[in-house]
């Protein structure tokens, strides 16, 4: 049994950003099903491992955490030295890695998170028509954003500095479910932003969470 | 002149959690004042130190920063040895009390945000009348937020675990401005959350902050 347990779906972004960061560290973790479409992570007994009902929970030994970010930021710092160096060592460098962090909470994934909703869950998933009004209204948003990505990735390869990191990381999912909407353009259409996308999305361990998500909706598909 | 330089304004929330981790960390400073009245933020010069428009931003010798709580992390470890231990040295004591800095970002400070702007900005610095649908809408979400702190609050003693740490002081600004307000009920009502905003907001660190603030807004009013 694996010490490490994370329970979640696996097309959930932000349990496929932590499923990301465990793979990029090679660590061995088992995945407990929490079936979002039933509702089962607003209700017992998940929601005591996370009072808000929100997927994923972790559990590494005794330590229970969830909150995605929080849960990467520790397997990056318990794990440090087992595969990709997520962090650096040098704390100015960490510390804008960390800016960058803060970034993609703050002001990429409000407006991913609301582009993916209307463009990809609803039509997709939930068989509801997508309200363009919303759309018109994040996309500039989002741009606006992507614009100052384009600008950072003039002056440094990857958002958090000179190599791969959480920074970059914790977008994979929202870009990855807004690849395969309209919104590709918006990516397309910025050279470095693009790049960074192709490059990001291309990693060995993402591409295998990527597989672990289509495995889990075909399931739901058969529930 | 200090090496370490905050631009921004004493009564923007974000910059008071700056303050607040500085004067915890007994460092000199030099604050820039931002008038944010005037839209200085969102014009030249401010923007090439945030792209974003927001304060504050933050210099310490050669190393420029943007974002509110990734500054505050930066100045916890860089000057972990002088005056309050924000964080833990023991990693897993150290993840939970960054699972509740997340916590803080995207439970209770959006909601928080919400009901100060109603509450607090639109009437007593905008001159706007409050918008009670608004209120009506957030101040259940607020409290299902606090019914969460106040069963952490019976398993510890602060937000982050035994001691005080970044966790419950990147709640400070916007609960000071909240006890301003009608939503003071909403902290007074659980016995545990009323008795850690007493404790929290009677730090010297923080009545400091709380001091800058008040000259800042006297300081607005006379130009």
């Known amino acids: 049994m694996a010490a490490i347990k994370v329970h979640g779906a696996a097309y959930s972004t932000a349990a496929m950003r932590v499923l990301a ?11 407990l099903h929490v079936d979002m479409l039933s ?13 808000f009902g929100q997927v994923p ?13 929080a849960i990467t930021r520790y397997i990056s710092q318990q794990y440090a030295d087992m595969g990709t160096a997520l962090g650096f060592a040098d704390p100015k460098k960490q510390a804008v890695s960390n800016l960058w962090i803060e970034v993609e909470a703050h002001h990429f994934d409000p407006n991913a998170q609301k582009l993916n909703f209307e463009l990809s869950v609803k039509p997709k998933i939930l068989g ?3 309200d363009q009004a919303v759309v018109a209204e ?10 100052v990505y384009e600008e950072r990735l003039s002056v440094a390869q990857y958002l958090g500095g000179d190599s791969f990191t959480l920074a ?18 918006l990516f397309e259409s910025r050279p470095r932003v693009s790049a960074w996308v192709a490059d990001i999305t291309s990693r ?18 058969k529930e």
Chains 1, 2 share one sequence.
């Open 57 to 69: 929970a972790f559990e590494d030994g005794d330590l229970k955490l969830f909150e995605s970010r």
């Open 39 to 51: 509702g089962q992570h607003k209700k017992e007994p998940y929601v005591s491992y996370n009072p």
């Open 204 to 221: 060995p361990s993402w591409i295998k969470v990527v597989d672990l998500r289509n495995q889990a909706f075909n399931s739901s598909k």
């Open 21 to 31: 960061t465990l793979h990029e560290k090679d660590l061995d973790y088992e995945l």
């Open 138 to 147: 994040y996309e500039p948003k989002f741009e606006k954003v992507l614009d």
């Open 168 to 185: 970059d990381l914790h977008h994979l999912p929202t870009v990855q479910y807004l690849l395969g909407t309209s919104a590709k353009r």
């Open 128 to 130: 509801l028509e997508t």
